[in-house]
Each structure stands twice: as C-alpha cells, then as structure tokens.
C-alpha cells in the first residue's frame, strides 16, 4: 500500500525500505556514470529546519538541483510554524504551492501533525524521536562495503553509548532488515523500552538479532561500530562534564574497534566530538566509514524524493501539447511575442 510520508522506518516493510535504499543506489550509479536523471523536473522542495544541520540541508539541495528540481529553505523565523500560524494550517498552505515537504524539527509531534495537514508527502529529517533519512543512509554505507562472503543478514552492527534517535532508527533498520543489532551502553541511556519491544518484534519477522546491554563483550564479533555525540542534542540534558564521565567508557576507540571482526567498520552519523565519542586516530583511519557515510545521506535523500513523489499526477504527450497550444494562443491574442519570451 502506498505510504504518503516517511516519518519512522518501523512503518515500512522489508521489501519496501529495500525498494528506497536500492532506488538510492541506482541513481547513485547513474549520476556517477555522467546521467543525472531529471527525475524531480518542475518540481519543490520546501525544507523545513528548526534545528540547523550542515548534511541534511546540503544532501537534500544538492539532491533536488541534481534531479532537475528545486529546494527552499525555510529556516528558524522564516516561516509561521506554530507560530502566528498553525502547524495544521502551514502544512495545508504548503500543499497549494509546493511538491513535498522535509521537516527537521524539535518534537516529533510537530512532523507527525504537519503530516496528517499536508497532502503531499512530508519526509522527517530528525526528530527527537527518530531520524530515518539517516537509518537509510547507514544502510546504503554497509551494503556498499560489506564483509567479504556475507549478505545483509549476517552483519553485527554494534551502536556504543547513548540511545539517541539515530540508535533508535538504526535498531528499528537493522532488526526490519534481519540484521544483528546490539545497544551497548549505560543503562539509563539504553533505547527506550517500548522501542526494544518492538525491535523484539520486528526480529521474529525478518530472522535478526537484537541486544541492549552494558557488556563490553557484546561488541566482539561486531562488522560494524557506530557512535553518535554524548551531548549537545537536548535541551534539558545533564551537563556536559557529566555526560563526558557518563560515557567515557563508550569511547569508540583503538581497543573498542580491535574488538570486532577483522576489518570491522567504523559509522558516525557526523558531527563528531573528536576526543570523546570518537579518536582522531578512528575516525581517521582506513576502517572509517564515516565521510562516506556522510556523502551517502546524498544517496539516500535522492532516493526518499523520487520514492515519495512516484505517485504524483502525471499527464500525456497529447495533454501537455493541448496545454501549451492553449497557452500560447492566448499568450499571441493578448500582444505577447512568443519569440521573445521563449529566449
């Protein structure tokens, strides 16, 4: 069944987040090869950002200038959400004058009401509940640099330290996927219950694994180590010295990553506190996934607009010449010169 927004990964089926990460790819491919398909052609983007972010604004311009479309960028103060206006009345007077709407927002009720307004598809950049864009991406990372002789299936990723959105999005991913999924950090800073509950779930479906634990050993064996900042995220989190106590022993460092397979892959969804959640000596290193990561929200932000905007209203070769012989007929009996305006 179609699915007009992409808020959360949990919504959409094995088959279908394969369809978005493998359309992903095959734009990826051909705009490598010199064709950069005018997929989005005539049509808007309006993005909206509450929070500021270098790769989600960047990856998603750069997506809809490469498919022949165009991208607004509606930042803090710029436009009424919630504000004089409505979220419910912003999101119906984008629907008049726009293509499809990405929103990254502080709480996810926001994205979540603006979408039940819009009737085009709305797409959650970040939320403090998930990030789905970015669950995509890190998926696309690790099929394009899989362990030699295994699939999807087979792969440990291991996320150390705090139970972010991108954890969150990344377990709920990888458990869809089949994959095997481990949360190893302070218990007070696991992914919440009711999510666990359902990455549970989602593994009696799909076959995978999934574990939240505080157990240095949970990382052995892992393809895959991924880490997000300690702080930085909320508004009302604990101070910063103490989250740096917190999770010091989450470190993604030298001995943390000699504890997965050999040629075990270093993930950060970016930006990274060089020194605390990560060492320059990792995230400089040849296991480092992480910039290729970044280009690859690219990857997947092309793939989410063309996915989402499938279904939109299409007309024939006939319609289109009838269309533009109307205009240009009234255009002529009102004094405009064709000629000139076509230049």
């Not at 819009?118 to 991406?137: E, G, L, W």
């Not at 993604?252 to 990553?257: I, K, P, S």
């Amino acid at each position: 069944m179609y699915k007009k927004d992409f808020l959360c990964v949990q919504d959409f089926s094995k088959d279908e987040l394969m369809e978005i990460i493998n359309l992903s790819l095959a734009i990826k491919k051909a705009i490598n090869h010199g064709y950069n398909p005018p997929l989005m052609k005539g049509k808007t983007l309006g993005m909206i950002f509450q929070q500021s972010s270098t790769r989600t604004r960047v990856s998603f311009e750069t997506a809809m200038e490469q498919l022949g479309g165009h991208a607004q960028y509606l930042g803090p103060g710029m436009i009424q959400l919630g504000g004089h206006e409505t979220i419910g009345d912003t999101g119906k007077v984008l629907s008049q004058l726009i293509d499809i709407v990405m929103a990254r927002v502080i709480d996810h009720k926001t994205v979540v009401e603006l979408a039940n307004a819009c009737t085009i598809p709305v797409i959650n950049a970040m939320s403090d509940y998930f990030h789905p864009t970015q669950a995509i991406a890190d998926v696309i990372t690790m099929i394009e640099h899989l362990p030699a002789g295994k699939k999807l299936e087979d792969c440990k990723v291991v996320f150390a330290g705090d139970g972010t959105q991108v954890c969150v999005s990344l377990g709920l991913i990888c458990t869809k996927l089949g994959m095997n999924f481990v949360h190893y950090g302070p218990e007070k800073n696991w992914v919440p219950e009711e999510y666990r509950k359902v990455m549970e779930e989602n593994c009696k479906v799909s076959g995978g694994t999934c574990l939240i634990c505080d157990d240095r050993d949970s990382v052995r064996g892992a393809d895959f180590i991924y880490t997000d900042v300690w702080y930085g995220l909320y508004e009302n989190e604990t101070p910063k010295d103490v989250r740096v106590k917190q999770f010091h022993d989450y470190q993604v460092n030298r001995e943390l990553m000699e504890l997965g397979n050999i040629g075990c892959k270093f993930l950060h969804c970016l930006p990274a506190t060089r020194g605390e959640d990560v060492t320059d000596e990792v995230a400089d290193s040849a296991s480092s996934l992480c910039w290729l990561q970044a280009g690859n929200r690219l990857t997947a932000m092309r793939g989410l607009l063309v996915y989402f905007t499938r279904n939109r209203e299409k007309h024939s070769d006939l319609e289109i010449a009838a269309a533009e012989e109307e205009l240009n007929n009234y255009l002529t009996s009102h004094g405009y010169d064709l000629e000139r305006l076509h230049k």
